[in-house]
């Protein structure tokens, strides 16, 4: 049975996405694994994004995914050892919000 992903409440993290990669933490779990990430784009462009540790950047390449303007997609995450996962974000220039919302589903 395919559930639709259960959000942890009031764990949205935001970058307001500009020419500079800038990171954000959006999950501390205790255990490695996988974890469901909601990414929604509520800027006026593209932006690209990445998930990692602690020095995660995000770059305008054709290798970090991009979601467009008023985009909303669910990613599965790989969870780095230590539990702690973290977000960039880099557009070409000032956009505007990028929300990360945890979760857990599809």
Do not use: C
Request: charged share 10%.
């Amino acid at each position: 049975m395919m559930r639709a992903i259960a959000l942890t409440q009031k764990a949205t993290s935001h970058i307001s996405a500009g020419a500079a990669s800038q990171r954000v933490l959006i999950a501390n779990v205790v255990a490695d694994g996988q974890m469901q990430v909601r990414v929604r784009n509520a800027g006026s462009a593209d932006v690209w994004f990445a998930f990692g540790d602690s020095t995660v950047t995000a770059a305008i390449s054709s290798t970090d995914p991009s979601i467009g303007t008023g985009g909303v997609e669910v990613f599965t995450v790989n969870v780095p050892l230590g539990g702690a996962v973290y977000a960039a974000a880099i557009a070409a220039g000032a956009t505007g919000n990028i929300e990360f919302t945890p979760g857990v589903g599809i």
